[in-house]
């Protein structure tokens, strides 16, 4: 008995023998990569959080993918992964950057903070973390890890800011729910000028 060519047979066919192919093609080109002279080195250490942290990373893999996947240093949130969001915003030696955009192997010899190395060894929340809370500032929460981050560097270089320095500070960070008010006097909060 032969089977009728139908079109949803006809679309299955090519659907699997493209993801067949492009899986095929993909590993071999990684594997060859891997091997090949000239390529990245696999196990590398990090200092996150003020600790060395040895980790296995493939060339192409994000800081945001390393933490959360490998470091499970959960607190850093992918939300766009483009570079848009800022969710997952972290310290490279003390400038805020999205994780996202930026390759592991690339942070060899620097300094990572993620939002899990602000408190204090016992436990104490840091000032800005403190504030939000006074504030009310989460509202679902997903942002506010790189809201946190993006306040702590905006603080640590300047101190006192205004309302609108402090808006600038976090421009590059996106709240779903629209708390940006809450953010900011969280922040105001955090530097002293509101009690």
Do not use: W
């Not at 196990?43 to 996947?69: F, H, K």
């Not at 996202?100 to 690339?106: A, E, F, M, Q």
């Amino acid at each position: 008995m032969t089977s009728k060519l139908t079109r949803r047979r006809f679309i299955k066919g090519v659907i699997f023998s493209g993801a067949a192919a492009t899986t095929g093609t993909g590993f071999y080109l990684a594997a060859n990569a891997q091997s090949g002279a000239g390529s990245a080195e696999r196990l590398i250490t990090l200092n996150i959080n003020g600790r060395s942290r040895p980790v296995d990373v493939m060339p192409s893999e994000t800081l945001a993918y390393t933490l959360r996947y490998k470091l499970d240093l959960t607190g850093t949130k992918i939300g766009c992964n483009r570079g848009e969001c800022g969710a997952c915003t972290v310290l490279i030696d003390g400038v805020p950057n999205y994780a996202c955009s930026v390759l592991t192997h690339n942070m060899k010899g620097k300094s990572v903070v993620s939002i899990e190395g602000l408190k204090a060894a016992d436990g104490t929340l840091h000032p800005v973390q403190q504030a939000f809370i006074d504030e009310n500032s989460p509202q679902c929460g997903f942002c506010t890890p790189g809201q946190v981050m993006s306040a702590v560097a905006l603080l640590n270089s300047n101190p006192s800011p205004s309302r609108e320095e402090v808006r600038k500070g976090l421009s590059g960070n996106l709240c779903r729910c629209g708390a940006y008010e809450h953010y900011i006097n969280g922040v105001l909060r955090a530097s002293g000028q509101l009690a």
